[in-house]
Antibody
Framework: EVQLVESGGGLVQPGGSLRLSCAAS????????MSWVRQVPGKGLEWVAN????????FYVDSVKGRFTISGDSAKNSLYLQMDSLRVEDTAVYYC????????WGQGTLVTVSS | DIQMTQSPSSLSASIGDRVTITCRAS??????LAWFQQKPGKAPKSLIY???SLQSGVPSKFSGSGSGTDFTLTISSLQPEDFATYYC?????????FGGGTKVEIK
């Protein structure tokens, strides 16, 4: 059974940093594209970033380029999102998702950027 | 960026109704389209990928069709557990983009 479990969310001040983790089980991270998708509570879904199975390609939405970094660790079968220079508008629930078509999702972790 | 436009943004339907939701892409995306269901406080759940392929474990009352720019999600007979918000998403080109959602409510 595929499982994705996010962690690392919390309250951070504007300009601060946070690292999100997504522990995967039931499949190997090295065989699927993996994404981060976020959702402001009560609003729609926004794709943030994704990474090729071998880590050789990474893509980002324009609003996070230069501030967020997606990475994966095949030994730990985990996906990460390093978020720097956080802004109030980055406040959202962050989900990790498996595959180009986002076949499976974690339960999400809430990131709140506020002073 | 490819804009994904869903219609309607909300609808009211009765148990047993056939429901159709439309998603239009601002440019051709072949069949690189997915549909998701989301209930309040929960993560999205994959229903359909590649426009018409049913995700494993999803009941056959859900079906998807379309190619190019116009796509539909159909629920053949609406049940209480189907009341939720539905999103489409294209994965043909970056940035990956979602539709604004369709909220299906009880009439």
């Amino acid at each position: 059974e595929v499982q994705l479990v996010e962690s690392g969310g919390g309250l951070v001040q504007p300009g601060g940093s946070l690292r999100l983790s997504c522990a995967a089980s039931g499949f190997s991270l090295s065989t699927y594209w993996m994404s981060w998708v976020r959702q402001v509570p009560g609003k729609g879904l926004e794709w943030v970033a994704n990474i090729k199975p071998d880590g050789s390609q990474k893509f980002y939405v324009d609003s996070v380029k230069g501030r967020f970094t997606i990475s994966g660790d095949s030994a730990k079968n985990s996906l990460y999102l390093q978020m720097d220079s956080l802004r109030v508008e980055d406040t959202a629930v962050y989900y990790c998702a498996r595959g180009g078509g986002h076949l499976d999702w974690g339960q999400g972790t809430l990131v709140t950027v506020s002073s | 960026d490819i804009q994904m436009t869903q219609s309607p943004s909300s609808l009211s339907a009765s148990i047993g109704d056939r429901v159709t939701i439309t998603c239009r892409a601002s440019q051709g995306i072949s069949n690189y389209l997915a549909w998701f269901q989301q209930k309040p406080g929960k993560a999205p759940k994959s229903l359909i990928y590649d426009a018409s392929s049913l995700q494993s474990g999803v009941p056959s009352k859900f079906s998807g069709s379309g190619s190019g720019t116009d796509f539909t999600l159909t629920i053949s007979s609406l049940q209480p557990e189907d009341f939720a918000t539905y999103y489409c998403q294209q994965y043909n080109s970056y940035p990956l983009t979602f539709g604004g959602g369709t909220k299906v409510e009880i009439k």
